[in-house]
């Protein structure tokens, strides 16, 4: 397909080449009709990324091309943007799956609303429904325009994107937030395109797994220091979100209560709240209620985890 480039999509992906096989079938099979583009800034070893990237019928056509490279996603995003060529640059994460008309969509609704950034839908992939009954998984639904702006399902103007300096390199997570939190500071418009809708991967993971996996999570309070303006949507301005002041409320509760019992009740907020998890009939709250320990582990090991950035990044973040 010949002319100018419309759109170029920016992938940055690392250790999860089934995942990013899976998006690049669905990018296969876009009905945009006009000629784009798919920058992969990626960390795998050669084998992998010629038999998952370079032997897919996208390279074939040219659509295709790739950045071989490690290191942070905003590193890999960064290299994606330097190399991309068109005056659109759309992101996705390499664990979606967009709809066929994603695309199409997107660039729609980006020329309904020239110059704004443009943010589409993210819902948990029906396909894994499943993987829900799980007590720990990782998913995301988002219901555009949300607070955090996420680049799993986002596209930017170009001009932007470079008057911004692209994203910080310094972030280790939290950078797409902060990219929109930039751009907003700078004048800059977000609209949503609600019909440009991609799925989002739902994973399980063990506890141990999944306390691992929020590790990262300690480095938002590199984020909320860049941006303090953040705190006036933090629970007391100093909790990430809701379960981790109600666990910690209910931890101090249940130290103190040795001394003062009536102090236990400061638990009782976060047990109400944890037993609706799963809904409200009385088997949801049953099995929402075996599932509680393990739940506060993984939130107060979060809160623990953001303490320790919080020294580190000499901001206090819970």
């Known amino acids: 397909?010949?002319?100018?480039?419309?759109?170029?999509?920016?992938?940055?992906?690392?250790?999860?080449?089934?995942?990013?096989?899976?998006?690049?079938?669905?990018?296969?099979?876009?009905?945009?009709?006009?000629?784009?583009?798919?920058?992969?800034?990626?960390?795998?070893?050669?084998?992998?990324?010629?038999?998952?990237?370079?032997?897919?019928?996208?390279?074939?056509?040219?659509?295709?091309?790739?950045?071989?490279?490690?290191?942070?996603?905003?590193?890999?995003?960064?290299?994606?943007?330097?190399?991309?060529?068109?005056?659109?640059?759309?992101?996705?994460?390499?664990?979606?799956?967009?709809?066929?008309?994603?695309?199409?969509?997107?660039?729609?609704?980006?020329?309904?609303?020239?110059?704004?950034?443009?943010?589409?839908?993210?819902?948990?992939?029906?396909?894994?429904?499943?993987?829900?009954?799980?007590?720990?998984?990782?998913?995301?639904?988002?219901?555009?325009?949300?607070?955090?702006?996420?680049?799993?399902?986002?596209?930017?103007?170009?001009?932007?994107?470079?008057?911004?300096?692209?994203?910080?390199?310094?972030?280790?997570t939290g950078e797409d937030v902060d990219l929109s939190l930039r751009a907003l500071a700078a004048g800059a418009e977000i609209s949503a395109a609600p019909d440009a809708l991609a799925y989002h991967a739902i994973e399980s993971f063990t506890l141990p797994g999944i306390l691992r996996q929020n590790l990262k999570w300690r480095h938002l309070a590199y984020l909320v220091k860049r941006h303090p303006e953040m705190r006036e949507q933090l629970p007391l301005g100093i909790f990430w979100d809701d379960d981790h002041l109600l666990v910690t409320a209910a931890a101090l509760g249940a130290l103190a209560a040795r001394r003062h019992p009536l102090l236990l009740g400061l638990a009782l907020p976060y047990v109400r709240r944890a037993s609706r998890r799963r809904g409200g009939g009385r088997r949801a709250r049953a099995l929402a209620l075996a599932e509680l320990p393990g739940q506060a582990v993984r939130q107060l090991a979060e809160v623990l985890g953001m303490a320790a950035g919080s020294v580190r990044h000499r901001t206090l973040l819970l």
């Open 1 to 172: 397909m010949e002319g100018p480039i419309a759109v170029s999509v920016v992938v940055a992906s690392q250790g999860r080449e089934l995942r990013l096989r899976w998006l690049l079938n669905a990018l296969e099979e876009q009905t945009f009709g006009e000629p784009w583009e798919l920058v992969i800034a990626h960390g795998y070893d050669a084998d992998t990324a010629e038999r998952v990237i370079e032997r897919h019928p996208l390279a074939a056509a040219r659509t295709l091309r790739t950045i071989p490279g490690g290191g942070s996603p905003a590193r890999q995003r960064n290299a994606g943007l330097r190399a991309a060529r068109s005056e659109l640059v759309a992101f996705v994460d390499d664990d979606c799956r967009p709809e066929r008309d994603w695309l199409e969509r997107l660039v729609a609704a980006a020329r309904e609303h020239p110059g704004h950034v443009i943010q589409g839908r993210t819902r948990p992939d029906p396909f894994e429904e499943a993987v829900l009954a799980a007590p720990h998984v990782r998913t995301l639904d988002i219901r555009p325009v949300n607070a955090y702006r996420e680049t799993c399902n986002i596209l930017y103007p170009r001009a932007l994107l470079e008057r911004l300096g692209g994203f910080d390199e310094r972030a280790i």
